[in-house]
């Protein structure tokens, strides 16, 4: 049990458009779920974090108009980067907590390349 | 954003060789994780530690919780190659559903 999935695995956009990744937690429901980027041979950074049914909180220095989040579901987080460009290029990773026994469970990442 | 501080930055060892690394923050946490991140993947979660001064084990990996809060530590025994990856420790103030602070990761490689 406790499968996170994201969906695209991998993406390439051009730049100045829009992406969107799927974060879905498959056999437990999640009020809380985590996006963080993770650039090449780096740790992971949070950037924000996304409550069913509430507006995302963000982490200082990330651009919530740039970095959309929705959290329309138990079970679904999705993250849009508007206008994506070059630098944008990274690993994004979402995970999910499950309560009781109070843990995180990470999705398998996406990989976005800007050209 | 905060990171916690992992040393060794990286380690080279044989494999059956036992080994070592820890995690040291400038703040306390009241829980601590170990995650696994192979290439291309998402971490796995290793261990969890809820208490100060626990001493936990899940196979040939054991993990304490330092008694000031401020420090973790995780040892494997007996390496072998599919140990080879990227471990990171992380900091929770509180549970599941709070964020969690990385640290700077160490990467294991084994030699053959």
């Known amino acids: 049990g406790a499968v996170v999935s994201q969906h695209p695995s991998r993406v390439i956009c051009k730049s100045g458009t829009s992406v969107k990744i799927e974060c879905r937690s498959l056999d437990f429901q999640a009020t809380t779920m985590f996006w963080y980027r993770q650039f090449p041979k780096q740790s992971l950074m949070l950037m924000a974090t996304s409550n069913e049914g509430s507006k995302a909180t963000y982490e200082q220095g990330v651009e919530k108009d740039k970095f959309l989040i929705n959290h329309a579901s138990l079970t679904l987080s999705t993250l849009t980067v508007t206008s994506a460009h070059p630098e944008d290029s990274s690993f994004y990773i979402c995970?999910?907590?499950?309560?009781?026994?109070?843990?995180?469970?990470f999705g398998p990442g996406t990989r976005l390349t800007v050209t | 954003g905060q990171q916690l501080n992992q040393s060794p930055q990286s380690m080279f060892i044989q494999e059956g060789e036992d080994v070592s690394m820890n995690c040291t923050s400038s703040?306390?946490?009241?829980?601590w994780l170990w995650y696994k991140q192979d290439p291309g993947e998402g971490p796995v979660l290793l261990i969890a530690l809820y208490k100060a001064g626990e001493l936990t084990s899940n196979g040939r990996l054991t993990a304490q919780f330092g008694i000031t809060r401020k420090d973790s530590f995780l040892n494997i025994s007996a390496s072998i190659p599919s140990d080879v990856g990227i471990y990171f420790c992380a900091g929770q103030l509180g549970f599941g559903n709070e964020k969690l602070t990385f640290g700077t990761g160490t990467r294991l490689t084994i030699i053959p």
């Open positions: 703040s306390i946490f009241n829980t």
């Open positions: 995970s999910a907590a499950r309560q009781g026994p109070y843990e995180q469970y």
